[in-house]
């Protein structure tokens, strides 16, 4: 029989962890799948492992496994990934804001044939309006640059095996999970589903981190930041030739423009497109340098149960 994996990425999550697993594997049960559970700990401060650890305990389809230090939910979806074994996986927050039922239906989906199974949001949720307008602006772009649609994309889906041993021998250190499974190209399908409210705790999300995301994430999928500056430089070049042939012909004819209000003027514009120019060149190069370096994307400190924690005692 086929096995389903879950993975659920959980960063300081001690009140959803028994929540969830009991709403899953009942569910899951009820339906007569095959299953297993992964929760990966991103390096929680509160009791989220020791609460893994207690559901693995009564339950031998549940694995768990916790970070050294909190290194993202990409990483934690990326280590789900290496230890799921089903024959689909299932990547969903372990908050219950991606509705279990979806899970079935991807589920349904797969068997039918489909490798890539998207879980598309009806809604966003009760969400503040800042991280609203900014997520809304920030999908705009991606969408642009990658040519697909990522406004109601989201990282809720369903991976055939095929398509994680693909993402799983990716050399990059920069991920971004939710455009890679397009990326791939398999069989795509999709599930419509309305975003749950949370059901304990808080978003992790803060404006600054989804900033950072945004273009950590903009950057590692495309290089068009880069071609604007060729862009900016090229135009700007047209302008200066424009002023420089005005410049010269009023000088011929004694009427040169006075002062030092228009130098200061283009050299302070100039000043600003340089440094910003250099800043996305900048980042880029970070961007290189962190791939070179080849860090792994997560330590992991400690697993659940079954394997090695009972050996070594
Ligand atoms: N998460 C994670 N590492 C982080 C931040 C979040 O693994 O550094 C997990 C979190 O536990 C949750 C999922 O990613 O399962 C989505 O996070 P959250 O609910 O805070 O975001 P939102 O639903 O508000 O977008
Ligand atoms: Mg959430």
């Known amino acids: 029989m086929a096995l389903l994996s879950i993975v659920l990425p959980s960063y300081n999550e001690e009140q959803n962890i028994a929540n969830t697993t009991k709403v899953l594997s009942e569910m899951l049960e009820v339906a007569e799948i095959e299953y297993e559970l992964i929760f990966v ?7 989220t492992f020791s609460e893994i650890q207690k559901v693995a305990a009564d339950n031998a389809r549940i694995h768990g496994a916790e970070f050294s230090r909190n290194f993202g939910k990409e990483s934690a979806i990326f280590a789900g990934l290496e230890m799921a074994s089903g024959d689909a996986v299932v990547v969903m927050d372990c908050d219950l804001q991606h509705p279990p039922e979806s899970v079935l239906e991807m589920w349904e989906l797969w068997q039918e044939g489909a490798q890539v199974v998207e879980g598309v949001k009806r809604n966003r949720g ?22 697909m649609d990522m406004s109601a ?23 971004f999970f939710r455009a890679l499974s397009f990326w791939t190209g398999f069989r795509q399908e999709k599930v419509y589903y309305e975003v749950q409210e949370r059901q304990f705790g808080e978003s992790k999300w803060s404006f600054f981190s989804l900033m950072k995301y945004a273009i950590t994430n ?33 000088y011929l004819m004694g009427m040169a423009v006075e002062g030092f209000t228009t130098v200061i003027l283009l050299i302070l514009i100039v000043g600003g497109l340089l440094m910003l120019s250099l800043g996305v060149i900048g980042h880029y190069i970070a961007r290189i340098y962190e791939e070179v370096k080849a860090r792994p994307k997560y330590i992991i400190s400690k697993v659940t149960g079954n394997n090695r924690d009972r050996e070594e005692r």
């Open 41 to 47: 700990s991103d390096g929680s401060q509160d009791g």
């Open 126 to 147: 009760k969400e503040k309006l800042g991280y609203k307008l900014s997520a809304g602006l920030f999908y705009k772009i991606m969408s642009k640059l990658i040519k």
């Open 153 to 175: 994309s989201s990282d809720f889906k369903l991976l055939d095996r095929k398509v994680v041993e693909v993402l799983l021998i990716l050399p990059e250190r920069n991920t």
């Open 218 to 250: 903009v950057t590692s999928f495309s290089t068009l930041p880069l071609q604007m500056v060729t862009v900016m430089g090229m135009v700007s070049i047209l302008l200066s030739l424009i002023l420089y042939v005005q410049t010269i012909i009023r």
